[in-house]
């Protein structure tokens, strides 16, 4: 007898405030705790210790905010009715964790990991003026070369990030600037603190803002939200 494949529900939530400071691996008990208080059907694995199978998307740095992030669900469930229960579950979340969309996803599409090729940021740079954050920003981007020590498996490497720059711009914010930046996720992820270090410029609170996943000269995103939070809740990530 043949066994039907799980329906795969996407999610895409918010990780706002002081909840940022949570690790991936405690997002994740998050989740598995809503799902389980809201009795909603999630498969599970096989074994001795079946877990809910249920794959997140790039991990987000701890101390980061975001509103672009991912959470595959796979269920036995009818697909439309699952993915409206998924958005309705907020309530069960911790206070910045928010459901933001919930959709089926099609057969055959690749998994959150793999797919996503960049990561946009918006990041506080308090302190520093446009121009000076300008000044950085051009220096980096007319480098053939932009060196950085990183530490792997024990030892410290030195890695080329430029192909890692994709776009950065500067505006005013405030008292200072803000940075939007564009980074690669390949061949391996630079995260803001890194980003930080590469371009010499002290960098505040990060924000990711969307994933997009680019393939044959189109690029999406995971999962489009109408929800997300504009520059106004900014003061609730920081």
Not at 33 to 40: D, E, I, K, S
Not at 54 to 65: I, Q
Not at 87 to 105: F, I, M, Y
Request: proline content about 8%; charged content about 25%.
């Amino acid at each position: 007898m043949s066994v039907l494949p799980p329906v795969r529900i996407r999610v895409r939530f918010s990780k706002l405030g002081r909840v940022r400071f949570t690790s991936h691996r405690d997002v994740a008990r998050m989740w598995e705790r809503a799902l389980r208080r809201a009795r909603f059907p999630v498969r599970y694995t096989e074994g001795f210790t079946p877990r809910p199978q249920l794959s997140f998307g790039l991990a987000l740095p701890t101390g980061c905010a975001s509103v672009a992030e991912y959470l595959d669900v796979a269920t036995d469930a009818d697909g439309v009715d699952a993915a409206a229960e998924l958005s309705r579950l907020s309530p069960l979340l911790p206070d910045g964790v928010d459901v933001l969309a919930a959709a089926v996803v099609p057969t055959g599409t690749g998994s959150l990991q793999e797919d996503v090729t960049s990561c946009e940021w918006e990041i506080e740079v308090p302190g520093t003026s446009p121009g000076r954050l300008e000044a950085a920003i051009r220096q980096a981007l007319d480098a053939s070369v932009l060196p950085l020590e990183r530490e792997r498996k024990g030892h410290v490497v030195t890695d080329d990030v430029r192909p890692s720059l994709l776009a950065l711009t500067a505006r005013r914010a405030g008292q200072g600037a803000r940075l939007h930046a564009e980074l690669a996720t390949r061949p391996r992820g630079l995260p803001p603190s890194e980003l930080a270090r590469a371009i010499g410029v002290e960098l505040g609170p990060a924000r990711r803002t969307c994933q997009w996943i680019e393939r044959d000269g189109s690029r999406w995103e995971p999962l489009v939200s109408t929800g997300i939070p504009d520059d106004t809740t900014w003061e609730r990530a920081s």
